[in-house]
Each structure stands twice: as C-alpha cells, then as structure tokens.
C-alpha cells in the first residue's frame, strides 16, 4: 500500500512540474533526445545489438519451429485420442 501511494505521490509531482515546463520544455526534451538517438556512436550501437539478435533470431528459429510442431502434434493426437474414446470433444 505505500508503495502505491509513493507512485501516486510521484506522478502528481511528476505531473505539476510537467505542466508548469510547459511546451517549450518538453520541445527541448525531444530535440536532446533526437540528437542522442541520432548520434553516429549511438546508431552504431543499435546497428550492432540488431545484428545480434538478428543473428541470435536466426540460429533459434528451426528449434523454436520444431518445438512448435512438437507441441502441436501432441495436441492433435490428444484430440484424435477423445474423439476415439467416444468422448465428446470440447467445442471452441
């Protein structure tokens, strides 16, 4: 319960100095952030972790594929298994 009432405490101060910066402010938030993202080094960086997990992506994707696969043909004999049974299947 205090946490909760920290959060809402903060998010009101939050939101007073929020609004007293005004639109001017939050303009020069944005354009600091754009420079940063932008940034040559930074970019470089994105490029480099989307390589990776690109990479990362692409030596998982037949074993996630076979897991799947795995998993739904257990799923469709359990199926064919009640309908053999002469139990009713569960409608979806």
């Known amino acids: 319960m205090q946490g909760r009432i ?27 952030a754009d420079r940063v993202w932008n940034d040559r080094n930074v970019q470089k960086g994105v490029n480099e ?10 030596d998982k994707a ?15 004999a359990k199926v064919k298994k009640s309908d053999d049974d002469g139990v009713p299947s569960p409608s979806i």
């Open 6 to 32: 920290l959060f809402v405490a903060g998010a009101a101060v939050g939101y007073v100095l929020g609004a007293r910066a005004g639109r001017r402010r939050y303009e020069q938030i944005k354009s600091a």
């Open 49 to 58: 972790v989307v390589g990776t997990v690109q990479g990362f992506v692409k």
């Open 62 to 76: 037949p074993e996630v594929q076979d897991a799947v696969v795995g998993q739904a043909k257990k799923v469709v």
